[in-house]
């Protein structure tokens, strides 16, 4: 009987070995499908993310993203089931959404980073079109003045000019990769100070000011609504937690709502308020300068 055991045990666990391999293979072979539901949705997914990296020059293979999370999913199931994860299913969905939320902070970072070096830009093309009357040899002559990431953009729409794009071409494509307001209008100054003619240094360097004035705005606004961002992540956290304390001060005691058609009401009703109340929250703290 005692060298039953460990054979029992070893067979146990080479079964579960198998059934977590046979899903795992059998879940990438349904993504690999070329007609599947499955392998579009990924297919889209895994594109999605690519064009979020490329356009922050992280040279990473969104499929390595992808199959990542795929893998910390798997291992993730597998734990729960080894030694019972009390939140499993708040690891799985961290595992599916953190790293998209986190390639879109990356992306939004950047942004602000480039926002923040406009003003700095317009000034520095105002003084380069004083030296040549050319718009487009000032702009080249920036690649080696602006730091990144503003510096990597201009490298690359330089490049764009030297394979024989517009100027008014590389600016607008310039623009859409960022995706800022701020870097449209700073550009959309460029173009049209282009297009009407007049002294175009000076119209770059009053745009460079309210620039300056517009930051200078809306980092007072930030310190202003920041209070009530914090408020809001609690607000959006504290129903977990509280769930999860009480659950493990008094197991069960969330049970009857699972049990009864007016339970799953009553959570329902509890899910869109909260949904509701972080809707509302964000509208007001959405200040636009």
Excluded: C
């Amino acid at each position: 009987m005692t060298q039953a055991l460990p054979t029992t045990v070893m067979l146990k666990w080479a079964a579960l070995a198998l059934v977590v391999t046979g899903t795992f293979a059998a879940t990438l072979v349904v993504a690999r499908a070329p007609d599947s539901f499955a392998s579009r949705l990924a297919a889209r997914y895994v594109a999605h993310l690519d064009l979020k990296l490329r356009l922050m020059f992280v040279f990473v293979p969104a499929t390595q993203v992808a199959a990542s999370q795929l893998v910390a999913a798997f291992l993730i199931v597998l734990v729960h089931v080894l030694v019972d994860l009390p939140v499993w299913w708040g690891l799985l969905v961290l595992a599916a959404v953190l790293p998209p939320m986190w390639i879109e902070r990356m992306r939004r970072e950047r942004v602000l980073a480039i926002e923040a070096q406009l003003d700095a830009f317009l000034v520095a093309l105002a003084n380069a079109l004083k030296a040549t009357p050319s718009l487009g040899d000032a702009f080249i002559s920036l690649q080696q003045l602006v730091p990144a990431p503003l510096g990597k953009e201009i490298e690359l729409a330089v490049k764009r000019l030297k394979l024989g794009a517009s100027l008014e071409q590389a600016l607008l494509h310039m623009a859409g990769r960022v995706g800022s307001r701020q870097l449209d209008t700073a550009l959309s100054a460029v173009l049209i100070g282009r297009q009407i003619g007049g002294n175009l240094p000076q119209a770059l360097e009053t745009t460079a000011s309210s620039f300056r004035e517009m930051a200078r705005l809306e980092g007072f606004v930030r310190s202003k609504t920041a209070e009530g961002r914090a408020q809001l992540w609690v607000l959006a956290v504290f129903p977990f937690l509280l769930v999860y304390a009480l659950d493990a001060v008094r197991p069960g005691y969330f049970d009857p709502l699972g049990e009864s058609l007016a339970g799953y009401g009553v959570v329902l009703v509890a899910a869109l308020a909260w949904v509701s109340s972080l809707v509302a929250a964000r509208k007001v703290l959405a200040v636009d300068v």
